[in-house]
Structure formats: C-alpha cells, structure tokens
C-alpha cells in the first residue's frame, strides 16, 4: 500500500454497460482489479480525502472513472476514449498470443525476447493511460501499469 492512505483506491466495480464475459475473462478481471487494490497510489486533482471507489462503465467507446469517497460521496468523474488505446491493446494482444505460443516451442532466449516486447507495448499503454489522465488523476506509473491491465482485459472477449 501507498505511503499515503488517502491516495488509494479501496474498491473497483465495473457496471453492467462493460457487459458479462466468459467464465475465463471474468476470472481475468478480478485477477485485475485485485492486483490494482492491493498496491496503488491514487488521488483526483484537487481532491485528498481518500481512499476512494472507482466506479467503470463505457459509454460510447468511452471509458467513464466516477469516483466516490470511500463512504459512496460523489468526488468526481472523468471520461477517457479509448481510441488512443485501440492500436496499443491490438499489439498488446497479438504479441501476448506469440508469446504464449513460444512458450509452448521457442528456445529461452525467443521466449524472452518476446517477453520483452510484450512488457514494452505493455508499458507504452500504462504511459499512455499515466499522460491521458494528467490533470486529472494522480497515479503512479505502477498503478498505471495495473489499471492498463484492467482496461485490456476488458478489450479481452476470451
């Protein structure tokens, strides 16, 4: 956990518009969301009376944060489009596929290449999210890391 107990976040929930997936999916998002409550640093602009809920749901290709305090008090919300990720979470899974095929017949050292491009498009989407956030959300590369994550897995169809 942060330094800072007020600058986390304390529950994710996605809402129905992000839809149900297969049973294999949903296992992915809340692998996801635990990994991003278990270590995160996270903090709206102007705001410090943490830690907060995020709430996800996606209107009209758009991913939409509302975030409460952590007793349910509006604290703000904030729409991303997803359109800067569309080409980022297309490599990210297209490499992921290599990588899980080369684990399967490559030599240690493809597999590590490949390993080593997938946590570079990885990281250009956790950077990405960070810059799209900017003024906003206070978040940490790490954090940004594991809400990258959440928001491929929820690209993901299974």
């Known amino acids: 956990m942060t330094a800072d107990a007020t600058k986390r976040l304390c529950d994710v929930v996605l809402d129905e518009t992000i839809g149900r997936a297969t049973p294999d999916v949903e296992h992915e998002r809340a692998v996801a969301i635990f990994d ?89 989407g956790s950077q990405t999210l960070k810059d799209r956030l900017e003024g906003k959300i206070d978040i940490d590369f790490d954090t940004a890391r594991r809400l990258f994550t959440l928001v491929c897995v929820l690209h993901w169809r299974g």
């Open 36 to 124: 991003l409550l278990e270590e995160n640093s996270f903090a709206p602009v102007g705001h410090d009376k943490g830690p907060y809920k995020l709430a996800l749901s996606l209107v009209d290709s758009k991913l939409v944060f509302s975030i409460t305090g952590e007793k349910g008090e509006p604290v703000a919300t904030h729409i991303l489009s997803l359109t800067p990720f569309r080409r980022i979470v297309k490599d990210y899974f297209m490499i992921c596929e290599s990588y899980y095929e080369a684990i399967r017949s490559s030599s240690p050292s493809q597999i590590e290449a490949i390993d080593m491009g997938r946590r570079g498009v990885h990281n250009e």
